[in-house]
């Protein structure tokens, strides 16, 4: 059973920065890759940021510059740091991950609040 866990959502001030961790239960390497996707009110889910087993990084366009996603092994934890937040990055974030095509397993979510 796989088990992700975020935590490190809020408010902050837009210009502001948070950074999002999430908790793996199990080994990280198992995943052929992790992310981070954010939901916003009305809209669909979107990727933000992933990472794969060899550590290559990809980012959506609209954050690029500004969000780096980063893993720990040793700890089983993945993180996003986000600066320079912008209200339109307010969002439910959720922390995900994939072994074979796709991502499989999703945590419950953690709330980002950007006020203008």
């Known amino acids: 059973q796989v088990q992700l866990v975020e935590s490190g959502g809020g408010l902050v001030q837009a210009g502001g920065s948070l950074r999002l961790s999430c908790q793996v239960s199990?080994?990280?390497?198992?995943?052929?890759?992790m992310g981070w996707f954010r939901q916003a009110p009305g809209k669909e889910r979107e990727l933000v940021a992933r990472i794969t087993r060899n550590g290559s990084k990809n980012y959506a366009e609209s954050v690029r510059g500004r969000f780096a996603i980063s893993r720990d092994i040793v700890k089983k934890m993945v993180y996003l740091e986000m600066n320079n937040l912008k209200p339109e990055d307010t969002a439910v974030f959720y922390c995900?991950?994939?072994?074979?095509?796709?991502?499989?397993?999703w945590g419950q979510g953690t709330q980002v609040t950007v006020s203008s």
């Open positions: 995900a991950a994939g072994e074979n095509s796709g991502f499989s397993w």
């Open positions: 199990g080994s990280i390497v198992r995943f052929n890759e």
